[in-house]
T-cell receptor
Framework: GAGVSQSPSNKVTEKGKDVELRCDPI?????LYWYRQSLGQGLEFLIY????????KSGLPSDRFSAERTGGSVSTLTIQRTQQEDSAVYLC????????????FGPGTRLLVL | GNSVTQMEGPVTLSEEAFLTINCTYT??????LFWYVQYPGEGLQLLLK?????DKGSNKGFEATYRKETTSFHLEKGSVQVSDSAVYFC??????????FGKGTKLTVNP
C-alpha cells in the first residue's frame, strides 16, 4: 500500500520567510510524528499527534515552529521567520500508538534557508 | 532522560566480512529498541526491533538481541554485502511515544 508521503521534496527559501511542509500519513495510522535530521544534531523529535489528544510539542525548538493535523490525517509543519539553522531534512512518520509499534517514515523534505 | 549511544563510524568492510555496530541505551522502565537503516538517497526504514528483554530481532541477515543486563542492542551480520552500504541508526521508544535515536553509523562495504 501507499507509504507516508511528504511535500515538497525540496524547499529553498530566504531567511525570514515562512514555510509550510506537508505530510500525508499511511491510511488508518492514528499516530503522526515530525522529526528533524541535521548534520550537527542528528535525528531529533519535534512533535507527536495521537488521535484527538493534545499533541506532544516538547521537541519544538522555538515558538517559530508549529504544526497541526487536520481531520486526524494530513499534517502541516509551519516554520515562521526561517533562520539558517533551520536548514535540515524534516521527516514525518506515522504508526499505531504503543511502545512496541513501528513508526514508518516518509522520504522527507529537504529545507535550505539562504 | 532517555538516550542512545552508538558506535560512530564510518565503518568500512570488505564483502563477506562480519559486522558489529554497538549500541547502548539509557532509559527508565522497559523501552522498545529498534534499528533503522537509511540507504543512499532513500528514507529511513525499519530494519528490526525487539520489545522486551532477551528478544532477538532479525531481518535480511541482520540480528540484534535486547540485553537488559548490559543495556545493549548491538547489530550484527555474519557476511555483509555491497548492498548493505548505508547509515544505521539505533533507537529506543520509552515511556513517551517519541523515538530517541543514536547519531548513526555509516557503513561502506567494498567488493
Amino acid at each position: 500500500g501507499a507509504g507516508v508521503s511528504q511535500s515538497p521534496s525540496n524547499k529553498v527559501t530566504e531567511k525570514g520567510k515562512d514555510v509550510e511542509l506537508r505530510c500525508d500519513p499511511i491510511s488508518g495510522h492514528t499516530a503522526l510524528y515530525w522529526y528533524r535530521q541535521s548534520l550537527g544534531q542528528g535525528l531529533e523529535f519535534l512533535i507527536y499527534f495521537q488521535g484527538n489528544s493534545a499533541p506532544d510539542k516538547s521537541g519544538l525548538p522555538s515558538d517559530r515552529f508549529s504544526a497541526e493535523r487536520t481531520g486526524g490525517s494530513v499534517s502541516t509543519l509551519t516554520i515562521q521567520r526561517t533562520q539558517q539553522e533551520d536548514s535540515a531534512v524534516y521527516l514525518c512518520a506515522s504508526g499505531r500508538s504503543g511502545s512496541g509499534e513501528t513508526q514508518y517514515f516518509g522520504p522527507g523534505t529537504r529545507l535550505l534557508v539562504l | 532522560g532517555n538516550s542512545v549511544t552508538q558506535m560512530e563510524g564510518p565503518v568500512t568492510l570488505s564483502e563477506e566480512a562480519f559486522l558489529t555496530i554497538n549500541c547502548t541505551y539509557t532509559a527508565t522502565g522497559y523501552p522498545s529498541l529498534f534499528w533503522y537503516v537509511q540507504y543512499p538517497g532513500e528514507g529511513l526504514q525499519l530494519l528490526l526491533k525487539a520489545t522486551k528483554a532477551d528478544d532477538k530481532g532479525s531481518n535480511k541477515g541482520f540480528e540484534a538481541t535486547y540485553r537488559k543486563e548490559t543495556t545493549s542492542f548491538h547489530l550484527e551480520k555474519g557476511s555483509v554485502q555491497v548492498s548493505d552500504s548505508a547509515v544505521y541508526f539505533c533507537a529506543l521508544k520509552g515511556g513517551s511515544e517519541k523515538l530517541v535515536f543514536g547519531k548513526g553509523t555509516k557503513l561502506t562495504v567494498n567488493p
